[in-house]
């Protein structure tokens, strides 16, 4: 790593990056935030820094755990007052009324628990499920315990791949520090071009 970014990293106070990441995982479900930026990048990165800026791994897991748990009974919570309002909100009905309509049937039975632990994994379902879950009148215990189970498998997973991660790229040379950030700049750009693709495609369906 280039030691002008090593020692930016290390001047960052551990604290403020745990508010960062803790901030972040619980307004993915209260306030939709995982469809604008996922949570998972954050975490990851900040377990990257762990080796520079002085994170501990087990204090990040913990937060981000926290974050995520108390997100999703916010999101729960919000779906039980104000459910059938927020599916009828136009910014959230016109993106993702489709998943919404698909979802809300799946909360009222037997797999809506392994549904709740299994949505924090993706960036819509996390944002969306919890509220769902309220306003589909699922169980306040069966809930908490679902998204208490999601949440903790989910920030161990990612503090997790941040940290072997990190120790992987100090362990390299500078050559592939080098070929990795090529093949990360071209991944990003594809996946730019290819969102706004789709987007004016979505965009001349629907005119």
Known sequence: MIPLVDTFISSLDPWLIYVVVGALTLGESAAFLSLIFPGEVALVAAAALGLTAGIDPYVLGGVATVGAL???????????????????????????????????????????????????????????????????????????????????????????????????????????????AVLLAVALTTWWVFRRRRTSTAGETRS
């Open 70 to 180: 108390a997100g999703g009974l916010i999101g729960y919570a919000i779906g039980r007052r104000y459910g059938q309002r927020l599916m009828e909100w136009d910014p959230i009905s016109r993106r993702l009324g489709d998943r919404m309509t698909q979802l809300h049937p799946l909360l009222t039975g037997p797999e809506a628990g392994p549904l709740v632990a299994v949505a924090r994994f993706n960036q819509i379902t996390r944002a969306i499920v919890p509220a769902l879950a309220g306003m589909a009148g699922m169980g306040r215990v069966r809930f908490a315990v679902s998204n208490a189970v999601g949440a903790l498998v989910w920030a161990s997973v990612f503090t997790a791949i941040g940290f072997y991660a990190a120790e992987w790229w100090h362990s390299t040379s500078q050559l592939v520090h080098i070929v990795m």
